[in-house]
């Protein structure tokens, strides 16, 4: 009798745990420590990673722009940047591309030559500076229908006085 009672409590054991609901979460966590003597990054790190849409306006068929903040700091000189590659959306079709102009602190951004984004005086004690992504309207002014894909890839050096 005993025997029979153990393995009945054994099998209403096993069958029990097969029943048992099991959730599972999995996520990434990481952490970027800037230098303090060289560092640009984003001044909210939550959009960096992620796609961004750019706005567009039904009533007047018009693309907006990207703003975003960085902090920049470069204690011993000032800050140059330069683009990475051409920076453009596309639909797949090279004549609908859409050229996107780069805007960092106010300066133009290419992808041939680094240019002075920030100075010296400016960056020694750190400064928020504006990123902003400017779509260039089509030459006939038309944007044409479809989803766009692009990317937009900067590089930044700490510049030391001569």
């Not at 639909?91 to 602190?105: C, E, K, P, Q, S």
């Not at 041939?112 to 020694?124: K, Y």
Request: aromatic content about 10%; some cysteine.
């Amino acid at each position: 009798m005993f025997r029979k009672l153990m393995v009945l409590m054994v099998s209403a054991v096993a069958c029990h745990s097969a029943f048992a609901a099991r959730e599972v979460h999995h996520f990434e966590v990481f952490v970027t420590i800037p230098s303090q003597a060289f560092y640009v990054i984003p001044a909210d790190s939550g959009w960096i990673h992620r796609e961004q849409q750019l706005p567009w306006n039904l009533v007047t068929s018009t693309l907006g722009s990207l703003r975003k903040y960085f902090d920049v700091k470069n204690e011993a000189g000032s800050i140059e940047a330069r683009l990475e590659g051409r920076p453009y959306l596309s639909n797949g079709t090279d004549a609908h591309d859409i050229g996107l102009r780069v805007l960092f602190n106010g300066h133009v951004l290419n992808e041939l030559t680094s240019s002075e984004v920030v100075s010296m005086s400016d960056a020694a004690p750190g400064k928020r500076v504006l990123l902003e992504i400017v779509p260039m309207p089509p030459v006939d002014g038309v944007y044409k229908p479809g989803n766009y894909f692009g990317s937009v890839n900067m590089m930044f050096n700490a510049v030391l006085p001569k």
